[in-house]
Structures are given as structure tokens and as C-alpha cells.
């Protein structure tokens, strides 16, 4: 991606939780503009967890619940139930 003018990747917070990292994916896409697919302007084309995912809430509350969420800056609200 630094041919697009990106960085070197930055490692934000680790976890060896599958669903924490996968909701902290999502959360990261969001506080970046969103999904292309939904009209976003983040660089990537869809969200990694789709709304209509019936383990959107498991995925996103696991990425909260290991201190996963904390970001340089204020996180987005994403706890759901």
C-alpha cells in the first residue's frame, strides 16, 4: 500500500483473540471514513464485519472487552448488544 501513498504499518494494540481482531478491524474502518461499499472513504472496498452479520455484535463487543478499541485519539462507539 505505500505506492498509494500510505506508511509503514504501525502496530496499534495486539490480541490473540480472532473475534477482538476482527472487530477492532471493523472499528478501525469505520474511524477511517467507512467502506467504499458504503459510500466511505476509507481505502477498503468492504467492511470486514457486515451489518446484517449475525456475529457483528460478538466480533465488535470482543474488541471492546480486550482493550482492542483504544486508539490514539477518541474511539467511536461501537459496544452493542
Do not use: H, W
Not at 504499518?9 to 469505520?30: H, M, V, W, Y
Not at 472487552?65 to 483504544?70: C, E, F, K
Amino acid at each position: 500500500m505505500n505506492e498509494k501513498g500510505f506508511g509503514e504499518a504501525e502496530l496499534d494494540k495486539s490480541s490473540t483473540n480472532p473475534d477482538a481482531i476482527r472487530g477492532r478491524e471493523q472499528q478501525l474502518i469505520e474511524a477511517n471514513g467507512g467502506a467504499q461499499s458504503q459510500n466511505g472513504t476509507s481505502s477498503n472496498a468492504i467492511n470486514v464485519v457486515a451489518e446484517s452479520n449475525p456475529n457483528r455484535a460478538n466480533y465488535m463487543n470482543a474488541a471492546e472487552a480486550n482493550s482492542v478499541l483504544r486508539m490514539r485519539g477518541k474511539p467511536p462507539k461501537v459496544l452493542l448488544t
